[in-house]
């Protein structure tokens, strides 16, 4: 880069040595835009995009008519269920997120059971104690249309214990949320695997 140029005491001298200099931090500033471009596409592409909602279509098991949705909107550090389920029995129905997002048994065993990444009992939303799917119960009124709206402090939707690919539960009955590690709700009349939804 440099060019060895004997300055001669003249305007001529110090135009040559501008001129390089100029090239000089052209250049270093050229390096470092691709050097930066470089680290912020490794980024892009190590990172994988934050999850702030995810949808949780419900369908009947066999025999079954229970069908609805679940979504879980990310809002500040919560998340928010918002979930309307029909085809109920009037009263408390157990609701939970299980282990497995497979739908695919006729009696919804494939789920698995309560989705429990930290290890904890079974207990109400609302408990200290409790699995980070315990959603705890959805009331159907006479018609059988459950609805439910509250902000969860424990589920998460990014990270590890993530709840993207789990699976919601609907229970014949109530659960108790106390009875280990189940809540003793019955069978299972309707799931829905948590897929990524569109912001
Ligand atoms: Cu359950
Ligand atoms: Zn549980």
Redo the contacts with the bound molecule.
């Keep these: 880069m440099w060019r060895a140029v004997r300055l001669p005491p003249n305007h001529e001298g110090r135009f040559v040595l501008k001129n390089n200099t100029l090239k000089m931090s052209f250049a270093v500033v050229a390096s470092l835009l691709v050097l930066w471009a470089g680290l912020r596409a490794a980024a892009q592409h190590s990172a994988p995009p934050e999850v702030t909602k995810a949808v949780a279509v419900i369908q009947p098991t066999e025999g079954n008519k229970v069908h609805g949705a679940v979504t879980f909107i990310q809002v500040g550090g919560n998340v928010k269920v918002t979930a309307q389920i029909e085809g109920l029995t009037p009263g408390k129905h157990g609701f939970?997120i299980h282990e497995f997002g497979d739908c695919s048994s006729k009696d919804g065993s494939a789920a698995g059971?309560?989705f429990?990444p930290a290890g904890m009992q079974?207990?109400a939303p609302e408990a200290a104690q409790?699995?980070a799917?315990?959603m705890g119960n959805i009331e159907a009124n006479q018609e059988g249309v459950a609805r439910l709206e509250y902000n969860d402090p424990v589920m998460k939707m990014n990270g590890a214990g993530a709840i993207i690919g789990h699976g919601v539960i609907v229970h014949a009955k109530a659960?108790d949320l106390k009875t280990q590690?189940?809540?003793d709700a019955g069978g299972r009349l309707a799931c829905g695997a948590i897929g990524v939804a569109k912001p």
């Design positions: 939970h059971s309560h429990n079974h207990g409790r699995h799917g315990d659960d590690p189940t809540g």
